[in-house]
């Protein structure tokens, strides 16, 4: 035979066995590389336990997480001025009005000096009204015109001035608000004087005596005059 058929013949028988090899080192990888895939989660968890080993703190215990250095801002301290105590009040408290001081009574001629300042009644007159406003009454009436001298060295505020009459029975004048009344308003200049007018009701036959009071200011003394009215 040629040679060409020897080289058949050999495939033939050899063919066989070629491929019976070839499976068996087909299967045997197969094996291996399956076993080295199952390796791959032990492998990778081995390395996962010490990497933590490695990186925890001593003691077993969590690592705190690490701050991130900020820029701290100064604040620039600030004067605060401490206010007296206020004690709080209940809304049923009855509050005591504040004193007022209150001088001598002096007649309804004379004048009352508390200091550089001098408080006079001008004069005092008997007059009829007709009353206008809530509470006012027609009838018998005094007029009372009342002078503040400033003899000190600073202006004087008698815009809050309060001018009170009372009767002979203790009945407090209704003042009105009908002409000629003109009530104290603005300062006094230092050295100067200023009237102001004011208007009572009151009965004839309760004037005798009355008692007017000045309050031209609740940080000064109040001027009293008691007298006759006729």
């Not at 002409?179 to 009151?202: C, K, L, M």
Request: aromatic content about 4%; hydrophobic content about 35%; some cysteine.
């Amino acid at each position: 035979m040629g040679n060409g058929g020897f080289s058949i013949a050999v495939r033939g028988v050899t063919a066989a066995p070629f491929r019976g090899i070839e499976d068996s080192i087909d299967r045997s990888d197969h094996k291996r590389a399956m076993s080295r895939w199952r390796l791959v989660p032990v492998l990778a968890f081995i390395a996962a336990t010490t990497i933590a080993g490695c990186t925890a703190p001593a003691g077993g215990g969590t690592q705190a997480p690490t701050a991130v250095p900020t820029q701290s801002a100064t604040v620039a301290p600030t004067s605060t001025q401490s206010s007296p105590a206020v004690t709080p009040g209940k809304i049923d408290q009855t509050v005591a009005p504040q004193k007022q001081e209150t001088a001598k009574p002096v007649d309804l001629d004379k004048p009352q000096t508390a200091g550089a300042i001098a408080v006079s009644l001008k004069g005092i007159k008997s007059t009829k009204v007709t009353g206008h406003g809530p509470g006012e009454i027609s009838g018998p009436a005094l007029v009372v015109t009342v002078v503040v001298k400033n003899g000190s060295k600073s202006r004087v505020s008698v815009d809050s001035a309060i001018v009170t009459l009372i009767d002979s029975k203790g009945n407090v004048g209704t003042p009105m608000t009908e002409s000629p009344a003109h009530p104290f308003t603005g300062s006094v200049a230092a050295g100067d004087s200023a009237t102001g007018v004011y208007v009572f009701q009151v009965g004839t036959k309760v004037r005798n005596p009355i008692h007017v009071s000045v309050t031209y200011s609740t940080e000064h003394i109040t001027a009293l005059f008691v007298g006759n009215a006729g």
